[in-house]
């Protein structure tokens, strides 16, 4: 079975950074895709970012293009999320989720595709 933990989140000002991760334990890291989600409060979770199981391919929703960077350590089972220029629209839950059926090079936007989600962590950009 597998467990995803979330990490990193907080409260920071507009225009400040943070660095969230997510440690997969309990499966194959090599093979999923993973992919960042948020959700904020009275909307529903949406795509943000995604990294392919080689590695290799990056996929952003166009309100972080430029700011937010997916990377992904197979030593350490870990994504990460860096979030640059933080904006108060920012503000959610964030949640890592893996794909397990996902092509090498592919990342869905759908969170239907998802199979494991971690709890959670929340991020909070004051203006």
């Known amino acids: 079975q597998v467990h995803l933990v979330e990490s990193g989140g907080g409260l920071v000002q507009a225009g400040a950074s943070l660095r969230l991760s997510c440690a997969l334990s309990?499966?194959?890291?090599?093979?999923?895709?993973m992919g960042w989600f948020r959700q904020a409060p009275g909307k529903e979770r949406e795509f943000v970012a995604g990294?392919?199981?080689?590695?290799?391919?990056?996929y952003y929703a166009d309100s972080v293009k430029g700011r937010f960077t997916a990377s992904r350590d197979s030593a350490t089972k870990t994504v990460a999320l860096q979030m640059n220029n933080l904006k108060p629209e920012d503000t959610a839950v964030y949640y890592c989720?893996?794909?397990?059926?996902?092509?090498?090079?592919?990342?869905?936007?759908?969170?239907?595709?998802?199979?494991?989600w971690g709890q959670g962590t929340q991020v909070t950009v004051s203006s």
């Open positions: 989720g893996a794909d397990s059926g996902a092509a090498r090079e592919f990342v869905s936007r759908r969170r239907e595709e998802y199979d494991y």
């Open positions: 309990g499966g194959t890291f090599s093979r999923n895709a």
């Open positions: 990294i392919a199981w080689s590695g290799t391919s990056t």
